[in-house]
């Protein structure tokens, strides 16, 4: 294995990594502001958790339905050109979304069942959806781009990126809902797309064809991806624990921000997720710094025991204090799980089906947490918040755990940190994580063509 090695800002590849990746920040700041917003919207109009569940549920649906279209197409087409695609593919859904917005009958978005609604959720959700082709060409461009032994300290700026996109957006979405609805938001998305997708247009990258003089087929070629990653010791065990993962996740997706928005207004929020998001950026700048160790697979395996630890603590009572703390930990620690499981794709896998690999790992893991998204909303606001509001829970632990809404989730959040927690010591004793431990450790950097660069 390549000796650990402090990220050279100055190599040719480095910079040109730097740029994209500030061009990225642009388009994630846009792309967050809008998930944000909308989750936001659809709450505090509709105030119903149900809508809100079903929203997460069906942006994790399209996500993971076109992973491995969207990896398909990192690997047979210019990376660059795949960049620009997707800022332009946002932009024009967003324009489209605008339309539908002003051409809506005034009050229509109270309904939760109105049709003008969730067009706009839709339209919005594809357009950010599409920015989903940037997620899976970056890395697949670290490894091109940055030496074997910088590569950990890449991702963890990728992960500052993500930080930093939660620090503006969270505030921007949070003040521009509660000020101007989605009109602000639009418009501010459109203009930034424009300017992103220029600024592509004009940085000059490398060409960047994984599979060009390759015999790799040029189509999806789900059957060749998953018998790679099955060749790989402990590649598939790694991805399935991480879709479990996921769906235990769902029940963040579908319930975090109604939990949040039952304890502080939507502007506190907004700026508490501002501030939150700091610790991302922490984070990232730590893994930068630091690296993942000799053993990322390890390091992945141990911040998800942390992760789930936490979620035991933050609603044991309705406290926005405990809130804040248990997410702020939880953040801070999120670019390591981000960057170890970038860094063991970018060493093991062949760099000629990285973007399927990647593509396939986002489409399996994500698939789970639309299942958890659908199944907890209405468990939710069915069962469990009546369970803690007026039934049988609100007496046995009403007296110190409290009772509401609020608890009902709590509840859930707390059985969903108790389930990770077993799971990720069944996965730590594994032998998958033995074998993919010792894989990374022998497998040789990935070999990429010279005229690539």
């Known amino acids: 294995m390549a000796p650990k090695q402090r990220l050279d800002l100055r190599a040719p590849g480095a910079r040109t990594f730097l740029r994209l990746l500030s061009n990225t920040l642009l388009v994630s700041v846009t792309n967050y502001t809008v998930w944000f917003a909308?989750?936001?919207?659809?709450?505090?109009?509709?105030?119903?958790?149900?809508?809100?569940?079903?929203?997460?549920?069906?942006?994790?649906?399209?996500?993971?339905?076109?992973?491995?279209?969207?990896?398909?197409?990192?690997?047979?087409?210019?990376?660059?050109?795949?960049?620009?695609l997707s800022g332009v593919g946002s932009l024009v859904f967003y324009v489209i979304a605008f339309v539908i917005y002003l051409a809506a009958p005034e009050g229509t978005f109270k309904d939760p069942t109105s049709p003008y609604l969730w067009a706009l959720v839709v339209v919005l959700m594809f357009g950010v959806i599409i920015g989903n082709i940037r997620t899976i060409t970056l890395p697949t461009m670290v490894t091109v781009l940055i030496e074997e032994g910088q590569r950990d300290r890449a991702n963890g700026l990728t992960g500052t990126t993500s930080g930093v996109s939660m620090l503006v957006t969270s505030v921007i979405s949070g003040v521009l809902v509660a000020q101007g609805g989605m009109t602000y938001v639009l418009i501010g998305g459109i203009a930034v797309l424009t300017l992103a997708s220029f600024d592509v247009s004009i940085t000059r990258v490398p060409r960047i064809v994984a599979s060009e003089g390759s015999d790799e087929p040029k189509r999806v070629d789900v059957r060749g991806t998953v018998k790679i990653i099955r060749g790989i010791p402990g590649l598939m065990a790694l991805i399935l624990f991480a879709t479990f993962n996921n769906f235990l996740g769902g029940a963040f997706m579908a319930l975090l921000d109604a939990y949040g928005l039952s304890l502080v207004s939507v502007e506190v929020w907004g700026f508490l997720w501002g501030g939150l998001s700091s610790a991302m950026i922490l984070g990232g700048l730590l893994i930068a710094r630091t690296g993942l160790g000799s053993n990322p697979v390890r390091t992945l395996l141990l911040v998800n025991l942390v992760l789930w630890t936490i979620t035991l603590g933050f609603p044991v009572q309705p406290s926005i204090a405990l809130l804040t703390a248990g997410l702020f930990i939880y953040l801070l620690l999120i670019p390591a799980a981000e960057a170890a499981e970038q860094t063991i794709l970018q060493k093991v896998v062949p760099y000629e089906r990285q973007g399927r690999v990647f593509g396939f790992a986002q489409s399996v893991e994500q698939a789970a947490s639309p299942l958890t998204a659908f199944l907890i909303s209405p468990i939710a606001e069915f069962l469990v918040i009546p369970f803690m509001t007026t039934g049988s829970g609100a007496d046995l632990i009403g007296d110190w755990f409290g009772t509401g809404p609020d608890r009902g989730i709590a509840l859930v959040f707390i059985m969903v940190g108790f389930l990770g927690i077993i799971t990720t010591v069944i996965?730590?004793?594994?032998?998958?994580?033995?074998?993919?431990?010792?894989?990374?450790?022998?497998?040789?950097?990935?070999?990429?063509?010279?005229?690539?660069?």
């Open 38 to 84: 909308i989750t936001f919207y659809v709450y505090l109009e509709t105030r119903s958790v149900f809508a809100t569940g079903v929203l997460a549920g069906l942006f994790l649906v399209f996500t993971a339905a076109t992973g491995i279209w969207f990896g398909s197409l990192v690997d047979h087409h210019d990376k660059k050109t795949m960049m620009l």
């Open 427 to 453: 996965a730590l004793r594994s032998r998958p994580y033995r074998n993919l431990s010792r894989q990374y450790a022998v497998k040789p950097p990935v070999e990429v063509a010279p005229q690539a660069l």
